[in-house]
C-alpha cells in the first residue's frame, strides 16, 4: 500500500494526525496541570490551614463531617459539626436547610468565608454520596455481625 | 437491523423493570438511586459515541472513505440526546442528594462542554454546504474534542468534585452490589443496541437522501436537454 502515490499520502495523513493529536493532548495535559487548584472544587481542612486566605474570602471547604460532632441549635435552624479530612478539623455553624444525604461519617462541602479567627459559617452546605450501592438488608445483615463501617474517609474524600 | 432493534426493545424492558421494580433499594438513598439506571447508561452512551465520532472521522481524514463520514454525522445527534439525558437525570438526581441541581465542578462541567461539542460538530454539518469540505472540517472538531472524553472520565480522579467516583470501571472491582449491577449492566447494554439501531436507520436514510439529491439533479439536468 504503501508503494503507491496514494498509499504513501494515506500514511503521511496517518502520522499528521497522530502527530498533532499528541501535541494537542500534551497542551490540554499542560494547561490542566496548570489550573488544577482552580479546576478543584473545594479545599480539604488540610489545605485551608496551610494556606492563607484572608477573613472574607469566599471558598468550598470539603470533608468528612465527624461523628457525634453534629449539634442543633435551641432556634431549630442553626446546625454545628465538624469536618475532617483526618489531619486537620475545622468547626462549621449553618443556619439553614441539610440534604437528606447529610449525615455524620458522610462526605460534605460547605461554602462560606474565611473566618481565621474562629468557626466557618457555611452559607451552602452539600452532600457527597460516595461511589457505593448497597442494598438496605445487606447493610443490615452487616451490622448485625459488627463488620459494616461507612465510607473510610480518605478514599471518597 | 429487526435484530438490533428486539435486541433494544427486549433489553430495555428487562433492564429497566428489574432496576426499577426488582432491584433492592439502596441503604442510603432509598428508591431515590433508582435514576441511576437511566443517568449512568446515558452518561455512559454520550462519551462511547463521541469516541465512536473521533475514531470513524479519524478513518474519514486518512482513507476519505465517505461512509466513515457519514457514520460520525449520523451518531452526532443520538450522542447529543444522551448527553441531555444525561445532564437532565443527573440534575433531578443531585437536587434531593447533594441539595443542588447544579454545581460547577470538573465532572458536570466537562460533561457540558461534551455537549456543547456535539452542538458544535452538528453545526458545521449544517453550516458548510460542501459535503467533502463540511466533513473536513467537521472530523477535526470531532477530533480535537475527542480531548475532552479522558477529562471526561477521569475529572473524578483528579479534582475535587462533588460528582462521585467511578462505581464500575474502576480498579478493585465494581462497588455496587451485584443485585444493582446487573440490571444496570443489562440497561447498558439496552443503550448501546439503542444506538447502533438508531445509527443504521441515521445512515441508511442519509444516504437514501444523497440519492434522492442525486436523482433529482440529474432530472433537472435532462429536463434542461430536452
Known sequence: MANTRAGKRKTKRFYLLLTSMTILLLAVGLVLTALQDSISLFLDPSDLAESNLSDGQRVRLGGLVVEESFFKDEDGLTYRFDITDGNETVKVIYKGSLPDLFREGQGVVVEGEINNSGPFFATEVLAKHDENYMPKEVIESLKKRGVFQYSDGEENI | ?226
Not at chain 2, 1 to 19: D, H, I, R
Open chain 2, 1 to 226: 437491523m429487526p435484530w438490533c432493534f428486539f435486541v433494544t426493545v427486549t433489553s430495555m424492558v428487562v433492564g429497566l423493570y428489574w432496576g426499577l421494580f426488582i432491584a433492592p433499594e439502596d441503604y442510603q438513598m432509598g428508591s431515590a438511586y433508582r435514576i441511576i439506571f437511566v443517568h449512568v447508561p446515558s452518561s455512559y452512551m454520550s462519551i462511547f459515541c463521541y469516541g465512536f465520532m473521533a475514531v470513524a472521522s479519524a478513518v474519514g481524514i486518512i482513507w476519505k472513505h465517505p461512509l466513515a463520514d457519514q457514520s460520525a454525522r449520523a451518531a452526532a445527534p443520538i450522542g447529543a440526546i444522551f448527553t441531555v439525558l444525561a445532564l437532565f437525570t443527573g440534575s433531578l438526581w443531585g437536587k434531593p442528594m447533594w441539595g443542588t441541581y447544579w454545581i460547577w465542578d470538573a465532572r458536570l462541567t466537562s460533561e457540558l462542554v461534551l455537549l456543547f461539542l456535539y452542538f458544535g460538530y452538528m453545526a458545521v454539518w449544517g453550516a458548510i454546504d460542501d459535503r467533502a469540505k463540511a466533513a473536513r472540517v467537521a472530523a477535526i472538531v470531532a477530533l480535537v474534542g475527542a480531548v475532552n472524553l479522558p477529562i471526561i472520565k477521569f475529572s473524578v480522579d483528579w479534582w475535587n468534585t462533588l460528582h462521585q467516583p467511578a462505581s464500575i470501571m474502576k480498579s478493585g472491582g465494581a462497588s455496587i452490589h451485584p443485585d444493582m449491577l446487573w440490571p444496570l449492566l443489562i440497561c447498558i447494554v439496552a443503550f448501546n443496541f439503542y444506538f447502533v439501531t438508531v445509527l443504521l436507520v441515521r445512515i441508511e436514510s442519509q444516504i437514501i437522501n444523497r440519492q434522492i439529491r442525486g436523482l433529482q439533479i440529474r432530472m433537472v439536468e435532462e429536463k434542461d436537454d430536452g
